[in-house]
């Protein structure tokens, strides 16, 4: 297939939908179909477009062009490039009109991958032009994919047909945590021999829900008292709760690590005992699934989530982790004692979650799934 994928959120930029996005662009490449990406002009492109075995284009637009850029490209693209079909990365409005004049001009269908928060800002959040953009880009899409369960029904709500609706969960890279040492010789290496190690690895807003599980900690210290919390990551809440750490007296337990490259974030996830992020819905933003969730189950470590969004596809309670309210603290503590307490159950379930990881949530199955779906929408054509 000749692919053209669209999206304005693709490395280097950070985050679930541009390694999502990323992912389904290399493995669709390497399964042999020809893929061009149209994406954003940002800092440090042009060495990440130079190692791909795909070809990335780069509008000279904002972050979301306005339309018109972003329109024509689409249309040229498709007509130069021969395209068979087009795959958007994210939902958009405007800036996506491009792929409905696509299909009325030369009759190219395009699938929509929808994570979920951005689905409702645009249609409720922006401009009643988004809401009119919106309507159109959803009515006349070949196919949607989805992350989770609660973003189909999402796409539902919104009238278009469940039968045109797959889900497929993002996954992770098993081959990057394979780079360090076992989970003792890490633990060795860092001086965390003695230590109980929770883990967050994510943004830090408030949607994540930091804030909670160091409201948990007392609790869990009274029981674990050689305890160490990692919280990975950077961002506007970042001050707030390094203010509630100190007035909750943790400074001893709580170490905020800030920014960490990928390629080395899997150290940490083999350091820690018990991954956690019990994410909750705030208004209509939400966790569509929750990446990270896979690739600490990736690294056999047991994992907890909050009861939200996709995150009950991404953690299979009692199975591969434990789900929680995210806002009962008693609740999240708990399961962090139980977990930091019971080492076979804790070991039973990240063996669980490795081996979920193993067999479906990988992007090698990512990729096969997605192109069974473009397939699909060109035999539908």
Known sequence: MNILFVTSNFPPLE?????????????????????LVLSNRVVGDEIID?????RVKRLNGRVRPTSGEAIYEMLNLTRKEKIETI?????????WLGGVLAKKIFKIPYVILVHGTEFNAYFHGFTWADNWASKVV???ASRVVVNSRTTKNLVEE?????NRIHVVHPGANLASFEQYYSHQEVREKSQLKHKKVLLTVSRLV????????????????????????????KGEEEDRLKGLTKNLGLGEYVKFVGYVEPEDVSF??????????????EGKDYEGFGIV????????????GGKSGGVEDAVIDGVTGLLVDPENIEDISGAIIRLLTDQEYAKRLGENGRRRVEEELNWTMVGRKIEEIMKKTLTDK
């Open 15 to 35: 985050g679930g939908i541009a390694a999502f996005d990323y992912h389904i662009c290399k493995e669709l490449s390497g399964l042999g179909h020809k893929v």
């Open 50 to 54: 130079s190692q791909q075995n795909f």
């Open 87 to 95: 795959f958007f990365g994210h939902f958009g409005s405007t800036h």
């Open 138 to 140: 959803l009515r006349n």
């Open 158 to 162: 919104h009238g278009y047909s469940s």
């Open 206 to 233: 408030s949607r994540k829900n930091h804030e909670n599980v160091l409201k948990a900690l007392p609790l869990v210290i009274e029981r674990v008292p050689d305890l160490i919390y990692f919280v990975v990551g």
């Open 268 to 281: 940490y996830y083999k350091t820690c005992d018990v991954f956690i992020m019990p994410s909750k819905r």
């Open 293 to 304: 969730y896979a690739e600490a189950n990736a690294c056999g470590k047991p994992v907890i």
